[in-house]
């Protein structure tokens, strides 16, 4: 009999885990996909094109609170859960639910949907969102072109818009994110690379994409997205842990199985975290991922200009995903503007417009900072008109996409930079240069 399935989402993992599992396979019917997470990824179809046999009209994608509903009127038989930085508890929960619904609740092993390449795969992914896996991209990207290799970077799935024109996407300029209508969220990502003159693929079909890729690499860099496991099989994985948030490498889903799966283990933001926080994760790291190479690691800050921070009443916008569903109350641009002197960090709360009063309403962790959301143009207007209310002096933007490049802010701007350094005692011990470098030698890539 043909088993009725509903896939849980966030407009990435779940696409992928039906290509690679459920697509054309006789044994299942996909009835629809739940979406969360992100705000307004729900209320369209995975299209006909990318459904493979069998689904005529394509796939509905449904919000996650229409789940119960959806088991129920469709006498679902399994429900697999395929989205990240999920409460381990919070994951049971949902089982619960699934179960007392009458269907099987699964999770698809990570190794069983990774893809295998014709090329080395270096994969960048982390135990939380927000640890820092952006700048060890690019600092790995840095290491491999060093040695004579040409670098494709493959990023985890941000497909928010129409589907069917993201199966493979190509950014090689910037031209190619307005070409390819991307978000904040996207730009986030994509933007620091292109800046290097890295070409960075993404989309929905990871099988076409990675046939794509290999065509112009001689090394892959998987770029998580986070706390996922990636699509990739890897020939060397790396783990960022973040120990702000010490403990949470034990605590979510699937961080928990990027620690155990590590060769090499980052620890980042060792100048800023507590000595206490460090010591937790390194001791959590040697427990249960003893194999792994640890490297101490730090993410340092800059702005073009030190001097006009000083003494200002600063609005701090930083990346939106960090604060929201990573659950942080800061990022860079609150550690920016504290190194170099602000006077003030001026609360955007009173200020908030539309959908962005309702994320701070959602998300009441975060602290006197605005998230950069854009998710949709309307959003996007939203944070636009946020940023111009707030009484303030100037603006750090802490994201890494260039908002004064497509947002007209009404006050003096500067953005955050931000990178990836050794520790001063990683110099001592081992540098994420060296480490790499030796597990690549192990493996004959160099």
Known sequence: MVEKVVIMGAAGRDFHNFNVYFRDNPRYEVVAFTASQIE?????????????????DGIPICHEDELERIVSGNKVDLVAFSYSDVRHEDVMHKASSV??????????????????????????????????????????CDILRAEGKRVVVVRHPMPYGDLSR????????????????????????????????LVVYAGVDYAAILRE????????????????????KPTVQITVFDPHRAGHELTYFPGETNMLMAD????????????????????????????????????????????????????????????????????????????????????????????????????????????????????LADLEATINAVDCDMVLLGTPAKLTGFLSIDKPAQRVVYEYADSAEATAQATLDGALRAALQKRGVL
Request: some cysteine; proline content about 6%; aromatic content about 8%.
């Open 40 to 56: 307004g990824i729900e209320n369209r179809s995975y299209p006909v094109e990318l459904c493979g046999a069998g689904y005529p």
């Open 99 to 140: 179960m007392a619904g009458g269907a099987d609740f699964m999770m698809i092993g990570a190794t069983y949907t990774m893809l295998e390449s014709t090329r080395p795969v270096v994969a960048v992914c982390a135990v939380r969102t927000g640890c820092g896996k952006s700048q060890t991209t690019r600092k790995v």
């Open 166 to 197: 993201q199966v493979v996407q190509r950014f090689a300029s910037f031209e190619d994110f307005t070409a390819h209508e991307c978000t904040v969220e996207e730009r986030e990502e994509y933007e620091p690379l292109v800046e290097r003159g």
């Open 213 to 232: 890729a290999e065509k112009e690499a001689d090394v892959i860099v998987w770029d998580g997205g986070n706390n996922d496991t990636s699509f990739f």
């Open 264 to 379: 090499i283990a980052v620890v980042n933001k060792v100048d800023t975290a507590s000595p206490e926080g460090v010591a937790m994760v390194r001791e959590n790291i040697a427990r249960h991922s003893p194999q792994a190479q640890v490297v101490l690691a730090e993410s340092p800050v800059s702005v073009a200009e030190p001097a006009a921070v000083r003494g200002k009443r600063v609005l701090v916008v930083e990346d939106g995903p960090t604060l929201t569903h990573g659950e942080m109350a800061f990022g860079a641009g609150s550690v920016a503007a504290r190194a170099y002197g602000a006077a003030e960090l001026v609360d955007p709360r009173p200020y908030a417009k539309g959908s962005i009063r309702e994320v701070f309403a959602k998300y009441p962790q975060v602290g006197p900072v605005l998230p950069a959301m854009g998710y949709s143009q309307q959003q």
